[in-house]
């Protein structure tokens, strides 16, 4: 046995390598196990239900995560919908799903550019990120913002995207799809990008299951688990399979993700086909009373929203289950006898968002 | 299995000029939804309120005593409740953000009309 040392790691900057820290306990250069602690960012979000109420929260929802903020306004919103039984319009929920999946396709440009920076691929990183600009400029258009869009309301959404908007968008999605051919077959192909995710940081099926691992994490173990498959907005009516891998490791996981931006784009497709003519918003009149819990899918896995709503505008409680957190127990399995060289970049493939985690 | 995948991206990059804008000899165009700042048309406020109530963040303070509408640059998020709850549509966001500041600002807006303050007195 060699000597036991303690590497602390973390926290650092929220973006990323994101706040959370690890006493990283080390033989030689392996790590024999990893404690984490977070609480380095908490912002009592979940507490604001108490002065704020239940209108004014949504825009404190969307603000729990700077990249999934339309997905954290929508779950917010849809639990407070189902408390009041409110059925928004058909064209409402189409562009809820538009507006999720370009969501989602951002969230992992982003992470693929992280994951190249992380291992020092520095062009790569950029040019990822500069395919993402495209994706922030139809939000800038279609909403207004281009991290927090404030179009996610109680009873529907805020504005509208015009039918020639919507054509504008697939023809930028052909565009993206194109150039991310280009790109993510470096990801996928590139011997040096290899090196450092291929058979690193393996979860097999049975640990990501037991430690309740969710979303491309659980899916690159081989577990189909997809909350959108549940057919929340509109993607009871897209035709879509959770895409899945075997092999459970960081290799695994980032192919995962570059495929689920395909499905993002082939989805967005399928909604600007399908998308009805119609109203976007209903009035919503009343307090919630009651209580009522939603999961969605978010680009990190399954997100869990709770509130109860006790007949006031204020509500009693707002709970949010964050991916990120599910995925810790499973991290930590993952970082179990792995080089200490290669603790960020296991810690990336969780696609971590501390500050979703502590809110 | 390749070393030189990326060959193809690099070679397209270096014939073609930067992607970013060169801020500040070249402005950005704007959409026109984009969310810049609140501004208000204070002669058609009638200083209900509404807005103040209503702003998740407490960026707006209206004092109807002094026809004075007044608003905490750096608290406001751009979320544009104000201008949707406003009965007398006289808010709305302009696509140009606030100038950078080194302190708080707050910009008061007056409303000087001879007329009203007769009425109320
Ligand atoms: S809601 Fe409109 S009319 Fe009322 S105080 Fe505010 S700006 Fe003035
Ligand atoms: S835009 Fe939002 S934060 Fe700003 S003043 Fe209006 S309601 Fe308040």
């Not at chain 1, 450092?196 to 990501?208: D, E, F, H, N």
């Not at chain 1, 299951?209 to 549940?230: N, Y």
């Not at chain 1, 959770?242 to 909604?271: H, M, N, W």
């Not at chain 2, 998740?56 to 998020?77: H, Y």
Request: proline share 5%.
């Amino acid at each position: 046995m060699g000597n036991r040392t303690i590497v602390p790691f973390g926290p650092q900057h929220p973006v990323l390598p994101e706040p959370i820290h690890l006493d990283l306990v080390l033989e030689d250069e392996k790590v024999v196990e990893a404690i984490p602690q977070i609480g380095y960012i908490h912002r009592g979000l979940e507490k604001l239900v108490e002065k704020k109420d239940f209108q004014q929260y949504t825009y404190v929802a969307e603000r729990i995560c700077g990249i999934c903020s339309f997905m954290h306004g929508m779950g917010y919103c849809m639990t407070i919908e189902s408390i009041m039984n409110v059925e928004i319009p058909e064209r409402a929920k189409f562009l809820r799903t538009i507006w999720a999946e370009l969501s989602r396709m951002h969230s992992h440009i982003m992470w693929l550019g992280l994951l190249a920076d992380a291992f020092g691929f520095e062009s790569l990183f950029m040019q990822s990120w500069k395919i993402r600009e495209r994706i922030l400029d139809i939000f800038e258009e279609t909403t207004g913002g281009r991290v927090i869009f404030s179009v996610c309301d109680i009873g529907g959404v805020r504005k509208d995207i015009s039918p020639e908007t919507l054509q504008k968008i697939v023809g930028i999605l052909q565009l993206v799809e194109k150039e991310l051919k280009e790109l993510t077959e470096v990801f996928l192909r590139d011997t040096s990008v290899k090196a450092r995710t291929k058979g690193v940081g393996v979860l097999s099926k049975q640990a990501a299951f037991d430690l309740g691992a969710v979303g491309p994490m659980a899916k690159a173990s081989g577990i189909e688990l997809d909350m959108r498959t549940q057919g929340y907005a509109a993607y009871g009516q897209l035709k879509f399979k959770p895409i899945t891998d075997t092999k459970g490791d960081s290799y695994a996981r980032t192919k995962v993700r570059i495929k689920e931006i395909f499905q993002s784009i082939d989805l967005i497709q399928q909604c600007v086909t399908l998308i009805p003519e119609g109203e976007v918003k209903v009035k919503v009149t009343g307090n919630p009373s009651g209580e009522y819990f939603t999961q969605i899918e978010q680009p990190r896995g399954e997100v869990v929203y709770y509130a109860k709503g006790n007949g006031t505008k204020f509500l009693d409680r707002m709970r949010v289950r964050t991916p990120t957190f599910a995925n810790v127990p499973a991290l930590l399995e993952t970082l179990k006898g792995c080089d200490l060289a290669d603790v960020p970049i296991l810690i990336l493939t969780i696609d971590p968002c501390i500050s979703c985690t502590e809110r | 299995m390749s070393i030189l995948s990326m060959t193809k991206t690099l070679f397209k990059n270096l014939f073609h000029g930067p992607y970013t804008t060169q801020y500040p000899i070249k402005k950005k165009d704007y959409y026109e939804r984009t969310r810049g700042k609140i501004e208000i048309d204070i002669d058609a406020c009638i200083f209900c309120s509404m807005c103040q109530r209503r702003c998740p963040t407490g960026a707006i303070q209206v004092d109807k005593a002094n026809s004075s509408w007044s608003i905490e640059r750096l608290s406001c998020i751009q979320c544009n409740y104000c201008s949707e709850v406003c009965p007398k549509k006289c808010l709305h966001m302009d696509q140009q953000y606030t100038s950078p500041s080194f302190g708080k600002v707050r910009d008061e807006y007056i409303k000087c009309t001879n007329t009203q303050s007769q009425g109320e007195s």
